[in-house]
């Protein structure tokens, strides 16, 4: 493709799709398209910010003529869509701002690219084989799993339990109905929590990290027995590069990790490694552990089945979880000053308005 636009581009995942495709495709042009809110940081992307196919467009997916002013000047014919908002936390606490983000974001984007594109149920033949629209997703819209084995599969119905889940829900669904009705060129993807450098100290393993190398309380949600399927960023980016050049026009594939950890014992591995290469007595940090109150309809459990993208792509997760969880930690104990930048001002008001006062 000529011109591949990214939104999100500044953020966690997004920062590390960008790099991905800016070395490797030297001769695409990649657009950044980012609000830079709380979560998009430009300071992710400074090891590339100036190659010659990078650009950086600071815009709003809610923004059509914005959007359409850019697909029109890059001549764009491809899209990676990985803006959205994406704290359950924030969302029991501003729904309405996860409903505008990511559902009436993507129906913005939708639209502009289906008009620019020209899209029709007519040309769906020959707009697949020129252009496509990739939409990412969570596990999170599929609900919660029994501690029974069980996984999230392509063909699970939807069952969100947060106005998180419910927005990505809602937009996944646009996205299909917009293949279906429109001959859009879509793939989609739901993955697994994803975890490694550049990610905001909301979620759990930054969060972890920081707290304990400040001496602070670890908050942990109820009895800490909620169960996730852990993924390393840069094995997801390397699986949107594939879904999206080879990934069949209209399909989901789900991406995981294969890699389960309960929220309590993953905290305790967090701490071991922390306190060694902070020079610590092993578990030395075992009392900063704090069990808050459970967040509002917490899932249970989420666990990905990926044998789809294994059997018709051939991805699997190359970095184990032992490897990926050192380099993370070391990572963010290495770049003090981009977590210290992070954690400045509004950040800390919100980490207050969360967590002190929850019993």
């Not at 923004?63 to 890059?74: F, G, M, P, V």
């Not at 974001?105 to 149920?121: I, M, P, R, V």
């Not at 789900?254 to 950890?261: A, C, K, P, Q, V």
């Amino acid at each position: 493709m000529k011109a591949i636009l990214i939104t999100g581009g500044a953020g966690f995942i997004g920062s590390h799709v960008v790099r991905l495709f800016v070395n490797k495709y030297p001769q695409t042009k990649i657009i950044n398209y980012d609000k830079l809110t709380y979560a998009g940081n430009l300071s992710n992307l400074k090891d590339i910010e100036g190659h010659q196919n990078y650009v950086f467009v600071k815009g709003d997916i809610l923004d059509a003529k914005k959007i359409r002013s850019t697909l029109e000047e890059y001549k764009v014919d491809g899209i990676i869509h990985l803006a959205a908002e994406s704290h359950v936390d924030r969302s029991i606490r501003d729904p309405f701002a996860f409903a505008k983000t990511n559902v009436l974001g993507t129906l913005t984007l939708l639209q502009e690219a289906k008009d620019f594109w020209g899209c029709s149920l007519a040309n769906a033949a020959q707009s697949s084989k020129k252009y496509r629209f990739y939409h990412i997703s969570t596990d999170e819209v599929y609900g919660s799993l029994d501690f029974d084995g069980s996984l999230f599969k392509e063909t699970d119905r939807y069952e969100p339990h947060s106005p998180y889940s419910a927005s990505k829900a809602s937009s996944d669904h646009f996205v299909r109905a917009y293949h279906d009705t429109f001959g859009l060129p879509v793939v989609l993807t739901n993955c697994s929590n994803n975890y490694g450098p550049y990610q905001f100290p909301e979620k759990l393993i930054p969060l972890m990290i920081n707290n304990i190398e400040h001496n602070k309380p670890l908050p942990v949600y109820g009895k800490g027995i909620n169960v996730r399927d852990w993924l390393y960023v840069e094995d997801h980016a390397k699986a949107i590069d594939l879904v999206f050049h080879k990934g069949t026009v209209g399909q989901t594939y789900n991406i995981g990790g294969f890699n389960e950890w309960r929220n309590i014992d993953i905290v305790k591995l967090i701490i071991r490694i922390v306190d060694r290469e902070l020079g610590r007595a092993e578990g030395a940090s075992d009392k900063l552990i704090t069990y808050v109150a459970d967040r509002a309809g917490h899932d249970l459990r989420y666990a990905i089945d990926s044998s789809k993208l294994q059997k018709e792509l051939g991805w699997r997760p190359e970095t184990t979880f032992t490897q990926g969880i050192e380099k993370t930690i070391k990572w963010y104990l290495s770049n003090k000053e981009w977590i210290d930048n992070i954690t400045k001002g509004a950040y800390k008001r919100y980490y207050k308005s969360m967590y002190a006062n929850r019993k």
